[in-house]
């Protein structure tokens, strides 16, 4: 598979899930990698897998709602690669878990700071070199777009302006030749959902196999997909066999919600 063969892809909010495997399936597709998020720690280790495959990797630890860090990122690209090709935004903040009438306004700022503004203010500064290449972005969102379930409301309505901001800078930046789309992931059957699975067992008195049987019954596959699956709808996405998709959004969530 070498869908992204030669093309410079960056991507931020480096994490231990599905950061990781956007990095590892990007690289795998012929990709050098950028990385980009807080924790330097991370993005080394992650770097080194991908140059255990074989790839190129750069790390560069930013925080987005920075200008001058992220400033930087671009500047860091530009000067090891010479242009960016594909921008995959993942990063967001956590959801508060509380209805919405008990959700802090800081909590809900804070994530549309990072989520909204964060992603846009990276879109913004990777502008001119993605117009260069005729270039793609990504933005990682979350099905939460799909229902409106109890409790995930801030995070419902961070995602939703992540949505209607990527829709919009779909048509803005069309006739640049910038392609943008989303992809919608449903549960991600990584460490962190492991964890929380087995927390639920222990308030429940049940299986953490019981609750994932639960869970994934909801869906058409009876499963939950797995980091490497949203990875490479993302991958999918920015490469050119989606060369006539823009502001499009994929869902990924094994048939649990339907658009």
């Not at 770097?47 to 001058?68: K, M, S, Y």
């Not at 639920?200 to 299986?207: G, H, L, Q, S």
């Amino acid at each position: 598979m070498t869908l992204l063969t030669d093309k410079v892809v960056v991507v931020s909010g480096v994490g231990p899930g599905l950061g990781r495997s956007l990095c590892l399936r990007a690289a795998a597709n012929g990709a050098s990698v950028v990385l980009g998020a807080r924790t330097e720690s991370r993005l080394t280790e992650v770097a080194a897998e991908v140059r255990d495959l074989g790839g190129t990797a750069l790390v560069v630890p930013t925080d987005i709602t920075d200008d001058t860090a992220v400033d930087n990122l671009v500047a860091r690209t530009v000067d090891e690669f010479g242009r960016a090709d594909v921008l995959i935004n993942n990063a967001f903040a956590m959801p508060s878990m509380k209805p919405l009438g008990r959700t802090d306004f800081d909590q809900i700022e804070a994530s549309l700071q990072l989520t909204v503004l964060g992603t846009l203010r990276v879109i913004k500064a990777f502008t001119p070199s993605l117009t260069d290449s005729a270039g793609a972005i990504v933005n990682i969102n979350s099905m939460v777009i799909r229902h409106s379930e109890p409790r995930y409301g801030s995070y419902k309505l961070t995602k939703s302006a992540l949505l209607a901001m990527s829709q919009t800078l779909a048509t803005e930046l069309g006739g640049q030749g910038i392609r943008i789309n989303s992809v919608a992931p449903g549960y991600i059957w990584d460490d962190q959902l492991k964890w929380y699975f087995g927390e639920i067992a222990k308030k429940y008195e049940i299986t953490p196999e019981q609750v994932y049987e639960q869970t994934a019954s909801k869906s058409d596959l009876k499963r939950l997909p797995e980091p490497d699956e949203i990875a490479d709808a993302a991958v999918f996405l920015a490469s050119p066999m989606a060369k006539a998709i823009t502001g499009h959004t994929l869902d990924v969530n094994c048939g649990e919600y339907h658009d």
